[in-house]
């Protein structure tokens, strides 16, 4: 059967995202096929295409996506024909109109929810997830509690804003114009720091905590933010590094950690988290409680048809998008 997939030939700029065609058959064991209704767009994508994170070649990208299960292979128990169905999954391949895939991280989709919805947040609200329910300083945290998240407009950061204000925790987000900060308050952050204008963010932040600094930042932008992060914790805080999108964090000496007050620094991924079905589906369940609730709702900021994938590349690492964005078969 034939289908369209975006493909690169070789790791580089935008201009490497190809729209192919494709075969795909039928689901192996533990498998299932699924067409797409909507493919999720993130910053690992990106990484993927200009091998950062090195793929074997030639290799498709996206690693979300929503639709229909058209085939469900031997062995698959929760998902059958016809279900609407949502994921973020390796190996990659979600900028596809249809693919054959493991089963074990794709969930059925609430009613509720609608495709494009699925697709713009399955990344990024398992991330979210993992984040604030998983990745905690010492003692865990409370409501009332300071904690830090970079690029806080971003799609990431938006539903982490709103799941943050859920928790009762006082979130201070950091982006790159008055804009986004407004969006980051709009959206339940206590403070927001222009980093373009405060450039020593570290200094607002123990201003605005009165000098505690907080118990946990959550980092994706890496080196640029890096040393900034460190300056902002609390003694015994914790540092979760779970990406680099201005590049990979610089090497440092553990004393380091010492001297800033006894503190950790850890670098999750959201993979080793959904390794298996079960984790998956609670984690899941989570998400879809927190979105069918209302208490996050999922901000996409712009649609590109598939054929279009270069431009969304070019817009994300241009930092041109609010929030999220998907691509439509």
Known sequence: MSEKAVVIEAPGGAEQLKLMDVEVGAPGPGEIRIRHEACGLNYIDVYHRNGTYALPLPARLGMEGAGIVEAVGEGVAHLKVGDRAAYASNPPGAYATARVMPAKCVLRLPDAIDFETAAAMMLKGLTVQYLLRKTLPQGGLQPGDFVLFHAAAGGVGLIACQWARALGLQLIGTAG????????????????????????????????????????????????????????????????????????????????????????????????????????????????????????????????????????????????????????P
């Open 177 to 328: 114009s008055d804009e986004k900060c407004q969006l980051a308050l709009d959206n339940g952050a206590t403070h927001a720091i222009n980093y373009r204008r405060d450039k020593d963010f570290a200094a607002k932040v123990r201003e605005i905590t009165g000098g505690r600094g907080v118990k946990v930042v959550y980092d994706s932008v890496g080196a640029d933010t890096w040393e900034g992060s460190l300056n902002s914790l609390t003694p015994f805080g914790l540092l979760a590094s779970f990406g680099g999108a201005s590049g990979p964090v610089p090497p440092f000496s553990v004393s380091t950690l010492a001297a800033k007050g006894s503190i950790y620094v850890t670098r999750p991924t959201l993979f080793t988290h959904i390794a298996t079905r079960e984790a998956t589906q609670a984690m899941g369940d989570e998400l879809f409680e927190m979105v069918a609730s209302g208490q996050v709702s999922i901000r996409i900021d712009k649609r590109y048809a598939l054929a279009d994938a270069a431009q969304s590349h070019r817009d994300l690492e241009a930092r041109q998008l609010l929030g999220s964005a998907v691509l439509l």
